[in-house]
């Protein structure tokens, strides 16, 4: 007998299965890309307000001051990776998608985390630029007073994007951006290092600030501890990969300096200028990608290796293109955007773009890795990536200089890829052996 209808019911509830998953799977791609799309937005404005801060530096006081500002702009570097490690990564690994209530606790604990770190590494910062003196001391002593604002700011940015509201990260760094201009005129009045590194940092301790409003958490230094325990089984092997990174960036930086002068490292800083924004597109999709990948990896385990494998191939892709386009850049307008920096730098963007297009086709294996919570074979892949740009990089200097330490660094990043994606389908192999129903 077939039931009488009125007329009314909801269409949605009379369609095929097969129609209801395909909405489902379209209603997914598009939260996806729209999460997706916040990330790229938000790296955008945090990528072009440090664009403008190194061009703005570059072209105010010269090469060899643009070295030292840029000795400690990988310093923070440094700093930062330590407190990603310890506080925001097992963050987005753990706390993306889950209730507020436990996003809120969790956030409250990491951001105090983050604050701690900056607090500690900024005395230890402020007490060695005060014993060193010279151009460098002033500049990092600047810098051990910013950090806590600085790592602060960045913490508020993954904790948005953790639960899916990268919205309020794009407006943060609008908000820096915004405090950046005013601090960057004065700055150039006073004219030295020191002066742009406080301006750099005090404009991000007002987005830090306003991040407090934004998400109506307010850090919790106390929870530290507790924080660090109930995660140190993700933190610590974090800590050390993302320190492998930035410290092996510095010991570079440092090295290079040494042995080819300090002039070198403004050379290499601006051929990451020249890159920066595509940088801004692999940093703006690393916001969210971890975070994504772990929610495939609980809606549907079996599509995570493809996921991967598109955002790394899309990503090399894209960097080698926007390589090429720089090939095209004539001279004059070059020298208008770096000044006196083009020249050097210009000759490393064969090389820089390749060493990118790597580390782009890297880093979807890595967010698989850290989606799987695969943390021994994330640091053993990046041990291995970090000892290759050490090596790569200082012996390439001590062969062919400036240029030579860019090649040997392109040829570290193409080795490092490799070593990720083969531990990213071994990873894969592992959870397919003890969970089978992963499977399609």
């Known amino acids: 007998m077939t039931p009488m209808t009125t007329g009314r019911e909801n269409p949605r509830t009379t369609e095929p299965p097969a129609d209801r998953a395909g909405h489902a799977r379209r209603a997914g791609t598009r939260a ?5 799309s916040w990330g790229l937005a938000d790296q955008a404005a945090s990528s072009i307000s440090n664009f403008a801060v190194g061009i703005y530096v570059a072209r ?14 990988v310093t923070y ?5 330590v407190s990603r490690g310890l506080a925001t990564d097992p963050l987005v690994v753990r706390f993306s998608g889950v209730p507020e209530s436990s996003w809120r606790g969790a956030v409250a604990r990491a951001s105090g985390t983050a604050l701690v770190v ?5 005395a230890a910062c402020l007490v060695a630029g005060l014993g060193l003196g010279g151009s460098v001391g002033p500049a990092f002593a600047g810098l051990g007073v910013m950090l806590p604002g600085l790592l602060l700011q960045d913490a508020w940015r993954y904790s948005f994007f953790a639960a899916g509201t990268g919205r309020k990260a794009f407006v943060n760094d609008l908000v820096w951006g915004a405090a950046l201009v005013p601090a960057m005129v004065v700055a ?32 919790q230094l106390t929870g530290a501890r507790e924080w660090l325990r109930e995660q140190r089984d993700l933190g610590y092997r974090y800590l050390v990969e993302n320190t492998c990174v930035s410290g092996a960036s510095q010991l570079r930086a440092y090295g290079l300096g040494a042995i080819v002068g300090v002039s070198a490292v403004g050379v290499v800083r601006g051929s990451e200028l020249l890159l920066g924004p595509f940088l801004a597109v692999l940093m703006g999709l690393t916001l969210v990608t971890v975070a994504e990948a772990a929610r495939m990896l609980r809606q549907a385990p079996h599509r995570l290796g493809s996921f991967c494998l598109l955002l790394g191939g899309g990503l090399a892709a894209a960097a080698l293109l926007w390589g090429a386009a720089l090939l095209l850049v004539p001279d004059p307008a070059g020298e208008f955007v770096l000044g006196g920096v083009w020249h050097s730098a210009s000759e490393l963007i064969v090389p820089a773009t390749l060493s990118v297009a790597g580390a782009g086709l890297g880093s979807g294996a890595a967010a698989g890795l850290r989606a799987l919570g695969a943390a021994r074979r994330s640091l053993r892949c990046q041990l291995f990536a970090s000892a290759c740009y050490v090596g790569g990089g200082l012996g390439g200097a001590a062969v062919a200089g400036t240029v030579g330490s860019a090649w040997g660094v392109a040829a570290a990043s193409v080795c490092g890829s490799a070593v990720w994606w ?4 071994s990873a894969l192999r592992e959870r397919l052996r003890k969970d089978p129903s992963d499977t399609p």
Request: charged share 5%.
């Open 32 to 36: 996806i890309v729209g999460r997706l």
């Open 188 to 219: 150039a009045h006073v004219g030295s290092v020191a002066a742009f590194v406080l301006a750099w940092g005090g404009s991000a301790a007002v987005a830090a600030g306003y991040g407090c409003l934004q998400s109506g958490i307010r850090p």
């Open 118 to 122: 900056g607090a500690a590494i900024g």
């Open 77 to 81: 570097g440094v700093v930062l990776s």
């Open 60 to 73: 105010s006081l010269g090469l060899a001051a643009f070295g030292v500002f840029s000795l400690a702009w």
């Open 422 to 425: 083969l531990h990213l389908r």
